[in-house]
């Protein structure tokens, strides 16, 4: 690691904000006009596909209470009838979509994501998963996660969700340390953590992530390194460690955040980094921007070998090249569209009870959008780009496609990120702490974007 170069001048000229890249375009490119008649066209085409596998995502939005931090769709309620009636739109989605698709298309991978999964009822989780594989034909042997709280649920919640199949958990954690947990609106006990990750071991799922998050206020080195130290004392499988986005304009929760011991960028960066030493020293592969998974663990070896993918869900090592995805605010990637549904709870469910499609923003891939997301997952999840993958899919040589492009990375090389090769840019470890601004210059749709606020800062 090159560690002497990792000065506070550098994180401070490159800290500003861009995206996450989790799609490209960017989600505020894409147009309120795109509706259910467009996702009804991308559906076709896939119908007209029989054989390409897919990826499903649901989203469950809902939580016993919103942390203050929090930045996802989340909806709070104490009634679990409110779950019910949720479920029964879920139903009516997925009927919408298969009555054009059609049944049993072959899933290799499934996600349930919130708001927090682990809300529903064993019931209400054995309808859900019920509807899917009664309409969807999902392999046995592919990627079923699920994220789950801790702090709520029985034993009961996570043994049935083990029993349906689901192969993989994710528990959310975030920092150890009361002094954060009160700032950031979330309690958490080490007993609460340690109990639902026991049961997930117990239970014998095959992978058990937790997540953190860095940034938060009251974060100190220290307390950080003491967080970090119980999570390895836990071994999981994979830790994400997110760096936390604190945009109270477009998430008013977070205006209960305390932020009168925020950190400053340069301590921020400190804690990612102090992070990718304590991990990888405890024999973790760093994964893309900010997972670590032990080396024996699939992604590590996909990561290895060069086959890393990327989608709304998260990193995976399947290669579904389209994502089907329900529920409030899930957004779809199939056929060249993106599709995102209502994110008011309300709308999403009066849409589907008058028997409408949800979607209410989209966005058809251009030729030279699909050209630019290729070079961005590549970067993002193996970081290179190898010059053959223009010519072999979309018949151009890197100069063609992208030549203003490699001029612009040229102060990346001399910073020591990127490293023009023979047959491909590859970047460098230094260059990974700035992955998001070397993606940024193959981002057609940046300099007309009039709101950087909307985008976290890059570091
Ligand atoms: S952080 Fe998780 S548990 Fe907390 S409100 Fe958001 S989705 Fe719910």
Same mark, same amino acid.
């Given at each position: 690691?090159?560690?002497?170069?990792?000065?506070?001048?550098?994180?401070?000229?490159?800290?500003?904000?861009?995206?996450?890249?989790?799609?490209?375009?960017?989600?505020?490119?894409?147009?309120?006009?795109?509706?259910?008649?467009?996702?009804?066209?991308?559906?076709?085409?896939?119908?007209?596909?029989?054989?390409?596998?897919?990826?499903?995502?649901?989203?469950?939005?809902?939580?016993?209470?919103?942390?203050?931090?929090?930045?996802?769709?989340?909806?709070?309620?104490?009634?679990?009838?409110?779950?019910?009636?949720?479920?029964?739109?879920?139903?009516?989605?997925?009927?919408?979509?298969?009555?054009? =698709? %059609?049944?049993?298309? !072959?899933?290799?991978? *499934? #996600?349930?994501? $919130?708001?927090?999964?682990?809300? +529903?009822?064993?019931?209400?989780?054995?309808?859900?998963?019920?509807?899917?594989?009664?309409?969807?034909?999902?392999?046995?042997?592919?990627?079923?996660?699920?994220?789950?709280?801790?702090? =709520? %649920?029985?034993?009961? !919640?996570?043994?049935? *969700? #083990?029993?349906? $199949?689901?192969?993989?958990?994710? +528990?959310?954690?975030?920092?150890?340390?009361?002094?954060?947990?009160?700032?950031?609106?979330?309690?958490?006990?080490?007993?609460?953590?340690?109990?639902?990750?026991?049961?997930?071991?117990?239970? %014998?799922?095959?992978?058990?992530?937790?997540? *953190?998050?860095?940034?938060?206020?009251?974060?100190?080195?220290?307390?950080?390194?003491?967080?970090?130290?119980?999570?390895?004392?836990?071994?999981?499988?994979?830790?994400?460690?997110?760096?936390?986005?604190?945009?109270?304009?477009?998430?008013?929760?977070?205006?209960?955040?305390?932020?009168?011991?925020?950190?400053?960028?340069?301590?921020?960066?400190?804690?990612?980094?102090?992070?990718?030493?304590?991990?990888?020293?405890?024999?973790?592969?760093?994964?893309?921007?900010?997972?670590?998974?032990?080396?024996?663990?699939?992604?590590?070896?996909?990561?290895?070998?060069?086959?890393?993918?990327?989608?709304?869900?998260?990193?995976?090592?399947?290669?579904?090249?389209?994502?089907?995805?329900?529920?409030?605010?899930?957004?779809?990637?199939?056929?060249?569209?993106?599709?995102?549904?209502?994110?008011?709870?309300?709308?999403?469910?009066?849409?589907?009870?008058?028997?409408?499609?949800?979607?209410?923003?989209?966005?058809?891939?251009?030729?030279?959008?699909?050209?630019?997301?290729?070079?961005?997952?590549?970067?993002?999840?193996?970081?290179?780009?190898?010059?053959?993958?223009?010519?072999?899919?979309?018949?151009?040589?890197?100069?063609?496609?992208?030549?203003?492009?490699?001029?612009?990375?040229?102060?990346?090389?001399?910073?020591?990120?990127?490293?023009?090769?023979?047959?491909?840019?590859?970047?460098?470890?230094?260059?990974?702490?700035?992955?998001?601004?070397?993606?940024?210059?193959?981002?057609?749709?940046?300099?007309?974007?009039?709101?950087?606020?909307?985008?976290?800062?890059?570091?």
């Amino acid at each position: 690691m090159k560690e002497a170069m990792l000065s506070y001048d550098l994180v401070q000229r490159y800290n500003r904000p861009g995206p996450r890249y989790t799609s490209y375009p960017t989600v505020p490119v894409w147009s309120h006009t795109f509706g259910a008649a467009d996702y009804q066209r991308a559906l076709h085409t896939l119908a007209a596909h029989p054989d390409e596998p897919i990826s499903l995502y649901v989203h469950l939005p809902f939580c016993k209470e919103r942390c203050a931090y929090c930045g996802c769709n989340a909806t709070v309620t104490r009634r679990s009838e409110v779950v019910d009636t949720y479920l029964d739109c879920v139903e009516r989605e997925l009927d919408l979509v298969t009555a054009i =698709i %059609g049944r049993q298309r !072959r899933v290799v991978q *499934l #996600h349930w994501g $919130g708001g927090t999964p682990n809300f +529903l009822t064993p019931a209400q989780t054995r309808r859900l998963f019920g509807l899917l594989a009664s309409r969807f034909d999902i392999a046995p042997d592919g990627e079923i996660s699920v994220e789950a709280d801790p702090r =709520i %649920g029985s034993r009961e !919640r996570f043994e049935v *969700l #083990h029993e349906l $199949g689901f192969n993989r958990i994710s +528990l959310g954690v975030q920092d150890f340390e009361s002094t954060v947990q009160v700032a950031i609106g979330r309690l958490q006990s080490a007993d609460q953590t340690t109990a639902a990750y026991a049961v997930c071991r117990e239970l %014998g799922f095959d992978s058990v992530n937790l997540d *953190l998050v860095y940034g938060l206020p009251g974060q100190t080195a220290s307390s950080f390194e003491r967080t970090l130290k119980q999570i390895l004392a836990l071994a999981p499988d994979r830790i994400a460690c997110f760096s936390y986005a604190h945009m109270p304009t477009f998430r008013p929760n977070q205006k209960r955040v305390d932020t009168s011991f925020m950190p400053t960028p340069h301590e921020k960066f400190e804690f990612f980094k102090v992070s990718i030493e304590t991990l990888t020293g405890a024999g973790y592969e760093w994964i893309g921007m900010d997972h670590f998974a032990r080396s024996e663990d699939e992604l590590a070896v996909a990561t290895r070998e060069r086959r890393l993918h990327r989608n709304f869900m998260g990193y995976t090592t399947q290669p579904a090249s389209h994502l089907l995805a329900f529920g409030m605010s899930a957004i779809g990637d199939l056929t060249g569209f993106y599709a995102q549904n209502d994110v008011k709870l309300g709308q999403y469910q009066r849409s589907l009870q008058a028997g409408q499609l949800p979607v209410v923003r989209g966005h058809q891939l251009s030729r030279d959008d699909q050209l630019r997301r290729k070079a961005i997952n590549a970067l993002m999840c193996n970081f290179e780009l190898p010059y053959q993958l223009t010519v072999s899919e979309f018949g151009l040589s890197v100069d063609e496609a992208f030549g203003d492009v490699l001029e612009r990375l040229r102060p990346f090389a001399d910073e020591g990120f990127v490293d023009f090769g023979v047959d491909r840019i590859s970047i460098t470890h230094l260059g990974r702490f700035f992955i998001r601004n070397i993606c940024m210059e193959f981002d057609a749709y940046l300099k007309t974007e009039t709101n950087p606020a909307r985008f976290s800062k890059t570091i």
